[in-house]
C-alpha cells in the first residue's frame, strides 16, 4: 500500500481530461501506459482506485490558480492513472516490507549511523574517539545526539541491560577540561588553521570563524539577497533556530506549494567548492555522519518528525533488468563494462529517447501502448546482454515509459526506504529554502548507487525541460508527470482524506521540482561540514602525534630532533608564499609556484598543460585536477575557481598534486 490513503477517490480543481491529449495518448494503446512482465518485482503499487472528480474540493485554493492547477495536477493524477493501469495485469507482486522499529531501536540505529555507537552498549568504554567528533559538532546537533542518547539510554534501563551510556553533556565537559588544560596557543592554532569555532554557551555555532575573518549567519529572509543565496558556511539548523527565535520571520512562512519557485544560487567561496565525489573516502564518510546529525537538527528545529526506516530483508532477482536492485544490477554490469555506475540498461533508455529527439510533444507524458510495453520487458530481460535486442523498434514513447517502468519497479525507492519519507517531509518545512537545505543533506546521505543513479536521471529531465518550447514540457509539468514514479511507496500504510492526498501531490511534485531545478546545488558538500570534518582530521593528528612522540621516546630516539624535523618537514625547500606542485603523472613532474591574491587552481594547471609534449600534450582541460592532499584533509579535488592562496591559508600543511580522478 502506499502513502495514498484508501478512499475511493481524488478531488481535485476543475479537473477534467484533455481531448487532445488523450486522443494522442489513444493513439499509442489502449489501456495507458506500461504494462508489465508476469515475474515478480518490489514495485511500489497503486492499490486504491483514483477516480475523476466532478466536484471541487471542500477547501479554498485562489482563483487565479486554477487554471495552473487544472493543468499540471491532471498531469499528475493522470500518471497516477496511467501507473495503475499498467499494474492491472501484475500478478504475485512482491511488495516491500517496512519494519516498524522498537521503542528505542529507532534512536539506536540512528547513533550507528552517525558513528556514536559506542557511547551506549558494551563498547562504551572508550569514548575518545566519539569526543574528538561530538567536539566538532554544533549547538543543535548536540541537542540532536543528546535527545537521541538519553531515549536509548533509558530503554535499554527498561530492558534491565547495565551497558554503561554517558550523558553527552559528561562528554562535552570532559572535552572543554582537557581544552582548558592544554598548553597555550593550543586553540588559536586552532583558529589559525580554519577550523569550527563556536563563540559562548547562547550563541555557539552562530558564527563560525574562517582563518582570520568571523562568517555571520544569514540576515533575516525578507532581505532580498537571502532569497537568493544560500548560506553553506553556516549549519543549516543552526540558521533555522536563529531565524526561529528571531519574531520577525514569523511572517516568512512558505506561501504554499504554489507560489513561484525562488531562484537560488551557488555562492562564491574562494576556498573552493566541494562537490560530492571530490573528497576522499574516509572524509566523505565522516561528511555522512555530520550530514546525518545535520539532518535530524533541522528538522527538530523545526519541528517536523523524523522517522527512518528499514526495510525487512526480502527476496529479490538476482539477475535481469526490472525489479532487481541497484546493487545487483551494477555488479552484472561491472562484469560487462568495469568502472559503471549507472546500470547499463537505464543508460541506454535514456540514450534512445534522445535519439528520437527531446522536441517531441508530450515526452514524458504521453504514455506507451500498453501491451508492446509488456513485451519490450519480457525481450529485454532475455536478449539485452546478449546485444542481440533491436533498440531500432522501440517507439519513443514506449522507451520513456520504460525509463519510468525501471524506477517505479526497483525492489527499494530510488531515494531509499531509509530516507523517503525525510523527502516526502521535505514539503513540511517552513522555507523554499529550508527545503533546499534538507534535500541538499539527503542527497548526500543517499547510497552511492543511488545517488548517481538520481543525478543521470535528474540531468535527463533537465535537457528535456530546455527544449520546452517544441515538446510542452515545462519543469511543473515534468515534475508532476514523474513525481508519482518516484515517491509511491505502499509500505507506510497511510490513511488520510482527499484534502491531504491533494496536498501530498502537490508536496511531492514540488520536491522533485526542487530536485531538478537545482541539481548543481544539491551535488555541493556545505562548507561548515568539510570544515568540521577539517576540525576532526586536526584534532586526530593532534593524537596521531602524541601517540608517535611517546613512542619515539620510549625507544630513546631524540625527541628534541624529531620535534624539528616535523616542523620542517613541509617547508624545507619551499620558501614562504610559494607552494610546490607536483604532477607525478605529467612530463613536469614538479613546479614551485609564487602564490597571489589572484591565483586560481586553473591558472596552476594551465602552465603545467602549456609544458607538456609528446603523448602528454594531448592532455585537455578536465581530464587532470589539482588536488589538496593532507594536513587537515585526507584528499579533495579543488574546483578551477579556488583560490590557492585562501586555500593555503586554510590548510598550510597540504601537498598539491596533479592527477586523473579515480573512475
Avoid at 574517539?129 to 561530538?134: D, P, Q, R, T
Avoid at 522517522?307 to 555488479?331: M, N, R, Y
Wanted: one cysteine or more; proline letters at 4%.
Amino acid at each position: 500500500m502506499n502513502w495514498l490513503s484508501s478512499s475511493q477517490g481524488v478531488v481535485l480543481t476543475a479537473y477534467h481530461h484533455s481531448s487532445k491529449d488523450r486522443a494522442v495518448g489513444e493513439s499509442h494503446g489502449q489501456g495507458g501506459e506500461e504494462a508489465a512482465s508476469s515475474h515478480k518485482c518490489g514495485q511500489y503499487a497503486m492499490t486504491q482506485e483514483i477516480t475523476k472528480a466532478k466536484e471541487k474540493p471542500p477547501f479554498d485554493r485562489s482563483s487565479s490558480q486554477d487554471s495552473v492547477d487544472e493543468l499540471s495536477m491532471e498531469d499528475y493524477f493522470t500518471e497516477l492513472e496511467n501507473i495503475k493501469k499498467s499494474s492491472e495485469n501484475r500478478q504475485d507482486q512482491e511488495l516491500v516490507v517496512v519494519k516498524e522499529p522498537d521503542e528505542g531501536e529507532l534512536e539506536e540505529e540512528w547513533l550507528k549511523e552517525a558513528g556514536l555507537s559506542n557511547l551506549f552498549g558494551e563498547s562504551a568504554g572508550d569514548p575518545h574517539e566519539s569526543m574528538v567528533f561530538l567536539s566538532t559538532l554544533t549547538r543543535t546537533q548536540v541537542a540532536a545526539v543528546q535527545k537521541r542518547v538519553e531515549t536509548v539510554s533509558q530503554t535499554l534501563r527498561k530492558k534491565n541491560k547495565q551497558h554503561h551510556i554517558p550523558d553527552v553533556r559528561d562528554i562535552f565537559a570532559q572535552q572543554t577540561d582537557s581544552k582548558e588544560k592544554a598548553p597555550d596557543g593550543t586553540e588559536s592554532q586552532s583558529v589559525r588553521t580554519n577550523e569550527n569555532k563556536y563563540q559562548g554557551k547562547d550563541d555557539q555555532a552562530s558564527s563560525l570563524v574562517v582563518g582570520e575573518k568571523e562568517l555571520t549567519p544569514l540576515v533575516p529572509e525578507e532581505a532580498p539577497a537571502s532569497e537568493t543565496d544560500i548560506n553553506l558556511e553556516v549549519s543549516f539548523a543552526e540558521q533555522a533556530a536563529n531565524q526561529k527565535e528571531n519574531s520577525t520571520d514569523r511572517t516568512q512562512k512558505s506561501k504554499g506549494n504554489d507560489a513561484p519557485l525562488p531562484s537560488f544560487r551557488l555562492p562564491k567561496d574562494k576556498t573552493g567548492t566541494t562537490r560530492i565525489g571530490d573528497l576522499a573516502p574516509q572524509d566523505m564518510k565522516k561528511v555522512c555522519c555530520l550530514a546525518h546529525i545535520e539532518l535530524a537538527a533541522l528538522y527538530d528545529v523545526l519541528g517536523i518528525e523524523l522517522k527512518q526506516q528499514k526495510a525487512v530483508k526480502i527476496k529479490t532477482k538476482d539477475s535481469g533488468l526490472f525489479c532487481v536492485p541497484l546493487t545487483v544490477l551494477l555488479e552484472q554490469d561491472q562484469r560487462k563494462a568495469p568502472g559503471t555506475r549507472i546500470p547499463l540498461i537505464f543508460q541506454k533508455l535514456i540514450s534512445r529517447i534522445e535519439e528520437g529527439g527531446l522536441e517531441t510533444e508530450g515526452l514524458l507524458r504521453i504514455p506507451g501502448a500498453a501491451n508492446r510495453i509488456k513485451n519490450l520487458c519480457q525481450e529485454l530481460e532475455a536478449k539485452f546482454y546478449e546485444g542481440t535486442f533491436n533498440w531500432e523498434s522501440v517507439k519513443q514513447h514506449d522507451a520513456a515509459s520504460l525509463l519510468k517502468l525501471f524506477v517505479r519497479e526497483l525492489p527499494q525507492p530510488l531515494l531509499s526506504v531509509e530516507y523517503l519519507k525525510a523527502f516526502q517531509a521535505v514539503q513540511n518545512l517552513s522555507t523554499k529554502k529550508q527545503q533546499l537545505q534538507a534535500l541538499n543533506l539527503l542527497v548526500i546521505l543517499l547510497p552511492d548507487a543511488n545517488r548517481d543513479t538520481l543525478k543521470a536521471l535528474l540531468e535527463f529531465l533537465q535537457r528535456v525541460i530546455d527544449n520546452k518550447e517544441k515538446n510542452k514540457m515545462t519543469l511543473r509539468n515534468v515534475a508532476m508527470v514523474m513525481a508519482p514514479n518516484l515517491f509511491m511507496c505502499h509500505g507506510l500504510g497511510l490513511k488520510s482524506s482527499e484534502q491531504r492526498e491533494f496536498v501530498m501531490a502537490a508536496g511531492t511534485a514540488n520536491t522533485m521540482h526542487l530536485l531538478i531545478k537545482n541539481q548543481k546545488l544539491l551535488w555541493t558538500i556545505p562548507k561548515f561540514l568539510v570544515n568540521q570534518v577539517r576540525k576532526q582530521n586536526t584534532e586526530n593528528l593532534k593524537k596521531d602525534k602524541k601517540t608517535m612522540k611517546k613512542l619515539l621516546k620510549k625507544m630513546a630516539y631524540d625527541r628534541e630532533k624529531y620535534e624539528k624535523q616535523d616542523k620542517s618537514t613541509n617547508d624545507a625547500d619551499v620558501p614562504q608564499g610559494v607552494i610546490r606542485v607536483q604532477a607525478p603523472h605529467l612530463s613536469k613532474v614538479s613546479m614551485a609556484i609564487q602564490l597571489t591574491e589572484e591565483l586560481k587552481a586553473s591558472d596552476v594547471l594551465a602552465r603545467f598543460l602549456s609544458q607538456e609534449s609528446g603523448i602528454a600534450q594531448t592532455l585537455k582541460k578536465g581530464e587532470v585536477f589539482l588536488y589538496e592532499i593532507g594536513g587537515n584533509i585526507g584528499e579533495r579535488c579543488l574546483d578551477d575557481n579556488t583560490y590557492m592562496k585562501d586555500l593555503y591559508e586554510l590548510n598550510p600543511n597540504a601537498e598539491w598534486v596533479i592527477k586523473s580522478k579515480p573512475s
